[in-house]
Every structure is written in C-alpha cells, then in structure tokens.
C-alpha cells in the first residue's frame, strides 16, 4: 500500500540556519505530493504541492522537487526563522481516490535565536 | 477564505458515552474527511464523504460512525466513547469530487480526553 516516511524530529535550528526535511514515499501511480504545516494550537495548512515528476514547489521560502527516481520529495528552505517553528507533514494523494491523502507522521521544528 | 470550523476545541467526556464531534465548511466543498492525530502516528484518516449520504471508511473505522446530511456539516460520532480514543481529532474539506487533486482545507481540531 501507499506510505510516507518522514525523518524523525525534532529539528532543532538557529535562526538563518539552512533547513532540510527527508521525506519518501511508495505509491502505485503517480501521486501528487503534499508539505502540509500545523502552528502550534492550530489545524494543518498546506505549505506546497507537486502533481508529477520534476515539479518543485515553493511557498514562503521553502521548495521541495518531486523526484520520481528517488521517490523522494524533501523540503527545504535556506534561512530559518524562528517563525518556523513546527510541525511538518509530508503527505502524498492517492490517485483515483477522491483526494485521500496518506501523512508521514510528521517533523517538528524548533528555531532558535 | 477557506473556513472549516469544529464545534469544539476542547472535549472531556467519561468511558462509554456517546461523542458526537461536529465539522463544518462554509466553501461548497464535496469532500469532507475526518482524521486523528496521534503523536508519533501521525494523522490517520477514520472516515471520509465525497457527497451528502455518501461515507466511505478510512484506514482506522473502527470504534466510530459519521453523518452527512448536509453538504456543510460532517459528524464524527463515537457510539461508546473509551480511553484508547482520546486523541486530536482533525476535520478537513476539498472541493473536487472524484480524482482530482485538490488541496484539504483543515479546522483547528478537537482534542478529546475520554476517563
């Protein structure tokens, strides 16, 4: 079946540290991947997406590139803040399924000035 | 703005009672989805709907039972709540209906402690 491996955390960074987050995934298809965020007291929101191979994401500093031969899609930013501060879900969409998602089981980050 | 809201954020309830936790999306949305977050585990999908009257189990049913009667509202219901479902339970929406990839819009979450 389909799953997502995510490094365990925590991270722990000081600010303007370069930030990297593993995340593999086995699926049949080709599922389109997710990097979802949940704010300490909050829900998740999505940070970025890529539907097929080769895609990057981006969203407020942070990139990842959806790498079919590695069936990985790691996230990354270059300069942390300690507004980053974190937990962070990859998460991968089964094709065909009305928009399942299957979650890793997530990283937290913690920044530090 | 997207907005998915649950009825409540805290929840303390007692061995065998019954649990209904309330979900709702002002957006249109057909699909509706109920997950447990659980440390270490991760968010784990319990049920989800892709339309009114529509359910479909997730990958952990068990123990629990959803409603939609409505297209804006999806229940998670816990027939005989016990203490191995205390967890945060997170609600999320997406708009499209079947295969499309679509971004799940997330509510704040309900934190349930069952004694």
């Known amino acids: 079946g389909n799953s997502v491996t995510q490094m365990e955390g925590p991270v722990t960074l000081s600010e303007e540290a370069f930030l990297t987050i593993n995340c593999t995934y086995t699926a049949t298809g080709y599922p389109s991947l997710f990097w979802y965020v949940q704010y300490p007291g909050e829900g998740l929101q999505l940070l970025l997406k890529a539907t097929k191979a080769d895609d990057k994401g981006s969203n407020k500093g942070f990139e990842a590139t959806y790498r079919k031969e590695t069936t990985s899609f790691h996230l990354e930013k270059g300069s942390v803040q300690v507004s980053d501060s974190a937990v962070y879900f990859c998460?991968?969409?089964?094709?065909?399924?009305?928009?399942?998602?299957?979650f890793g089981t997530g990283t937290r980050l913690q920044v530090t000035l | 703005d997207v907005k998915v809201t649950q009825s409540s954020r805290y929840l303390v309830k007692r061995t065998g009672e019954k649990v209904f936790l309330e979900c709702v999306q002002d957006?249109?949305?057909?699909?509706m989805f109920w997950y447990r977050q659980d440390p270490g585990l991760g968010l784990r999908l319990i049920y989800f709907s892709y339309d009114v009257k529509m359910k479909e189990k997730g990958d952990i049913p068990e123990g629990y039972s959803v409603s939609r009667e409505k297209k804006e509202r999806f229940s998670l219901i816990l027939e005989s709540a016990s203490t191995n479902q205390t967890s945060m339970y997170l609600c999320?929406?997406?708009?499209?209906?079947?295969?499309?990839?679509?971004?799940?819009?997330f509510g704040p979450g309900t934190r349930l402690t069952v004694l």
């Open positions: 957006m249109d949305h057909e699909n």
């Open positions: 999320a929406s997406s708009l499209s209906g079947i295969v499309n990839t679509d971004t799940q819009y």
């Open positions: 998460a991968l969409e089964n094709t065909g399924t009305a928009s399942k998602l299957t």
